[in-house]
């Protein structure tokens, strides 16, 4: 066990690396870093408190009626799915692309040993998210309730317990995948397949679970409603039935459930090892070769390849291979951006299929049609649409790491930047274009499908899709130039592993924040003159307004990189 | 030609100087070896000269550019070989030779005999369409060459360039190194390996704590060392701590 502690100590030390760690330089950059990261806190507080009331206010609605602990098993539930998504592709790469990989397999160490110290890891930086998750609802529920020295104490164990379960999936399930095809060479498109199925399959639980609590039995929920004491325990948990256990020790504050909890993740975890023990190493092993076809190019192969391009495209090309190329760069800086609507489809899809009965009560599809287009007519529902269109968009962008961490993600391998002969606006500037493709695709796509549909099938106004387009394509160019902003002013060049240059990069929440920011500030202002103005004249001003802000970032953000980048000496 | 003129670098706030007031030139159609032990401030100066950092004082100019006032001029002229072959992992080998073609403004014209002519000396025409990540710590380095040479520069600098290569692919750089020099333009590179550096170099600078130590020809340095065979121990010799 000694030999996991101090694995799992080096592991810490290189994976966990701090953004503030090694550099001791106090410059000004890093006291807009500092002043950024205090106004994320702020920013997180009224969220925090949010779920402090959803505690309490949770506790007060459902104790009369004898189920509060449904409050800490919804808490809980969402919990451990916001870690079953996050985790599938942390994952991934913690277990199996990490550079660490190659170091570790020829030492004397057993496979479960390995993965007993990249799953606390992982776990580790899991924490952070359940702290913010889950830790304000539970003390909301325990001040409420005014729950003595035991909720505290199974509080703190239930937090450092709880993501342990969906972890041992995710782990798993990409255990099994690399297992599975440990024979297809292109590890680098399994691992971008694999996480795209595993993302899906947990959405898909998340809309399955309520099924398996079997919510859809009315008469038998009803029973146990009337039953109190907590008697519905379990019936949101579904693929986390251990929770059941939880959510009892805390509301009771008895013993024996916390300490059937504890059992139950003690077994999952051992038989997980054991798992890990048989299959760990024959999915690891030759994770680090790639695609490779020794195979002479033919002379028209080559003929369309060496030509000349321009610089600013060639460049972007590169940008583009290297993004699309590597799985890390893929899953947390584009794949969101084009899949998202997959997980608004899922629980859809689920839904309909769930529900129960024929169309009885349920209007036509010519009434519904009807309906919407006279919905559609409404200037409300017309601005509704761009503000939903807008908020997408922001939503979209901020979740993209591709210009956030544009300078990052070039490492200790910055210093070509230095000594090719293109400007430095000009290398910026392409690394931004980079950031606005992805954007582009995967919001302006998507709002032309439904826009053209809106006008053929119901009679949507033209002049709304216009505007939506137009809003969309200039916002996205704005959040990138903004992201870009914040990556040059600190980028995090000192990384052995790809995971650290886009996951633990602190570049990539401060460049939410800023975008997010702006574009409430925007959102603001275009609620406010919607008081005095008509809807067009307000899209108008506010397309007039974005591709100000757009043109002045186009012209200050690369003169503010060329600076950024002359100074850089690692 | 290649300009130093006093030229410093000091890292961070100890005050201790990387490069400390160099001095020196690198001439057309020669080849200059430079050579020092670990430490000694020849990646700083390399990576000075070619713009990846900048001097705290001194001037560098490249064939009359200066690197700091006309850098892309400067930058034009070089071409850089780094100590680390293991960047643009992810492109393939042909795709990477096109990119570094297109930041030096390579013409379509004669790019595709170029790149044929080089992956035959290093023979890797196979390996063009495969992936950088797949190769070699010596298909690497062979490829970051090919790539320093798509413009055919007249400057070309070397940090240790013969690491990791194999003897038939050492022999192939030494010789375009020497062919590159015969056509008039300046070959400036570091190493640790002084055999290399006495068959191959016209010209030798050994830097010790940032300082020149010697600079001029083979026969110059033996001339210093009356009586001395080894070029090893008069290497030793001139970096010995004091």
Redesign the interface.
Known sequence: MSKVWTLTKVLFKCGLGSSFGKNNKKTSSQTVRIILVVLVGVCMLPYIFMLYMAGAGGYELLAPAGQPGLVLELGAYVGALVTLIFGIPMVISVFYLSADIEKLIPLPVKPWWVVCAKFLVVLAYEYLMTIVFIGPLFVGYGVASGGGVLYWLFTVLGILCLPVVPLVYASVFAMLLMRIFRRLKNKDFLTIVGTMFGLVIGFSISGLSGYMGGMEDSSAMQALLLEKGNSLAGIISGFFPNFRFLVRGLADESILQMALFLLTIAAVVAAFLWLAQKIYFSGVVGMG?????????TKE???K???????Q???L??EW??MF??PIYFLNCALMTFIWPVFFAIPLVLGLSGAKGSAEGMPSADELIEGLSQMLAEPAVQGIILIVVFGITVFICSCSAAASTAVSREG??Y??M??????YEVQVRAKVHLGIVIGWLGTLLYVLIAGVMGIVLLGLNPLVVVFALVISALTVVMANYLQMLVDLSNPKLTWDNEQIAVKQNMNVMLGMVLVLGACLVLGAAAFLLYAVLPLYAVAGVMCVLLAAADAALYKLVPMFGARKL?EL?E | MICLEQVSKTYGKSGKKAVDSMTWNVEDGKITGFIGPNGAGKTTTLKMITGIIRPDEGRITVNGHDIQKEGLEAKRQIGFVSDSPDSFLRLKGIEYLNFMADMYDVPTQGRQERINEYARKFEMEDALGSRIQSYSHGMRQKIMVMGALMHQPPVWILDEPLTGLDPKSAFALKEMMKEHAAQGKSVLFSTHVLEVAEKLCDYVAIVQRGRIVFLGTLEELRAKFPGEESLENMFLELTKDE
């Open positions: 070769e790639s695609a490779s076809r020794a195979r002479r190019m192969e080559s003929m390849l060496n030509r000349r391009s321009t610089v495209r060639s460049y090309k590169k291979r290297q190329r590597t200790k391998g210093y070509f230095k000594y090719i002969p293109v400007p002359a000496e």
